[in-house]
T-cell receptor, first 116, second 111 residues
Framework: GAGVSQSPRYKVAKRGQDVALRCDPI?????LFWYQQALGQGPEFLTY????????KSGLPSDRFFAERPEGSVSTLKIQRTQQEDSAVYLC??????????????FGPGTRLTVL | GDSVTQMEGPVTLSEEAFLTINCTYT??????LFWYVQYPGEGLQLLLK???ADDKGSNKGFEATYRKETTSFHLEKGSVQVSDSAVYFC??????????WGAGTKLIIKP
C-alpha cells in the first residue's frame, strides 16, 4: 500500500510569501504529526492531530505557522509571510492509533523549503 | 524535561567492522525507545524499538537493549555494510504527544 506522501518535495519562496505544504497520511491512520528538521539536526515537533482534532500545537514557532486536517485525513501546514529562518525540511508522519508519540510513526519524504 | 543525547558523528568505519552508536536519555517513567534511520535521499523509517526495560529491539542485524540502570539504548551491529551508511536517530515519546529526538549520528561505511 501507499506510504505517507508529501507535496511539493521542494519549494522555493521569496521572503514574505505564503506557502502551503500538503501531507497525505497512510489511509486510516488516526494520528498525524508535523516536524521541522534543520540541516544536520534531528526533527523538531511542530504539531499533532488525532483525526481532525489538533491536540498539540505547542511546537509551532510563531503565529505565522498554521496547520489543519479538516476531514481527518489530508493535512496542510501553512506558513505565512515566510522568513529565511523558516528554511528547513518539513516532515509529516502518521501512525495508526491514538497513542501519540508512543506508536511507531511512518514518515513521508519531506518538503524542503528554501526561503530567499 | 525529557531529552535524548547521541554520540556525535560522523562515525566512519570499514566494511565488516563492529558498530556502536551511543544513546542516553532522561525521562519521566519508562517510555518506549526508538531508533530511526534516514538513508540518503529517503525519509525517516523505524529501525527498531523497545517498549520496556531489558527489552532488546532488533532488525536488519542491528540490536539495542533498553537499559534503565544506565538510561541507555545503544545501537549495535556486528558487521556493517556499505548499505548501512545513513543517519541514525534515537528517540523517545514524552508525556504528551511528542517524540523527543537526538541530533542524529551520521554513519559512513567505506568498502
Amino acid at each position: 500500500g501507499a506510504g505517507v506522501s508529501q507535496s511539493p518535495r521542494y519549494k522555493v519562496a521569496k521572503r514574505g510569501q505564503d506557502v502551503a505544504l500538503r501531507c497525505d497520511p497512510i489511509s486510516g491512520h488516526v494520528s498525524l504529526f508535523w516536524y521541522q528538521q534543520a540541516l544536520g539536526q534531528g526533527p523538531e515537533f511542530l504539531t499533532y492531530f488525532q483525526n481532525e482534532a489538533q491536540l498539540d500545537k505547542s511546537g509551532l514557532p510563531s503565529d505565522r505557522f498554521f496547520a489543519e486536517r479538516p476531514e481527518g485525513s489530508v493535512s496542510t501546514l501553512k506558513i505565512q509571510r515566510t522568513q529565511q529562518e523558516d528554511s528547513a525540511v518539513y516532515l509529516c508522519a502518521s501512525s495508526p492509533r491514538d497513542r501519540g508519540g508512543t506508536d511507531t510513526q511512518y514518515f513521508g519524504p519531506g518538503t524542503r523549503l528554501t526561503v530567499l | 524535561g525529557d531529552s535524548v543525547t547521541q554520540m556525535e558523528g560522523p562515525v566512519t568505519l570499514s566494511e565488516e567492522a563492529f558498530l556502536t552508536i551511543n544513546c542516553t536519555y532522561t525521562a519521566t517513567g519508562y517510555p518506549s525507545l526508538f531508533w530511526y534511520v534516514q538513508y540518503p535521499g529517503e525519509g525517516l523509517q523505524l529501525l527498531l524499538k523497545a517498549t520496556k526495560a531489558d527489552d532488546k529491539g532488533s532488525n536488519k542485524g542491528f540490536e539495542a537493549t533498553y537499559r534503565k540502570e544506565t538510561t541507555s539504548f545503544h545501537l549495535e551491529k556486528g558487521s556493517v555494510q556499505v548499505s548501512d551508511s545513513a543517519v541514525y536517530f534515537c528517540a523517545l515519546p514524552d508525556s504528551n504527544y511528542q517524540l523527543i529526538w537526538g541530533a542524529g549520528t551520521k554513519l559512513i561505511i567505506k568498502p
